[in-house]
């Protein structure tokens, strides 16, 4: 099942620079979720860092690096919807 959510993710994102790093985190998932965080997990908890990152920089007044986090939460969020249609 991993594997599909890998390939979601691929098509879905890996041909952006932060869409291979999903996909390269998606990888190292636990397929059970036994030992460790599953896909969607992982994901989740990347949409929270990177939502908390944007907030952080807004509020220093760093724009430009607040937009590149907007960038990054876009590319998660469609990582994510990837991944629960695969499902």
């Known amino acids: 099942m991993a594997d599909n959510y890998v390939e979601a993710i691929k098509k879905a994102v890996g ?3 932060y ?7 998606a ?3 636990d397929p059970d979720q036994k030992y460790g965080q599953g896909v969607v997990d992982r994901l ?4 929270g860092l990177l939502l908390a990152y944007e907030r952080i920089h807004k ?17 998660a969020k469609k990582a ?6 695969a499902k």
């Open 15 to 17: 041909d952006t620079p």
């Open 19 to 25: 869409g291979a790093h999903l996909v390269a985190e």
């Open 27 to 29: 990888e190292k998932a």
């Open 59 to 75: 509020d220093a007044g760093e724009d430009a690096k607040a937009t590149a986090e907007a960038d990054k939460i876009a590319i």
């Open 44 to 47: 989740h908890e990347v949409i």
């Open 80 to 85: 994510l919807a990837a991944v629960e249609a």
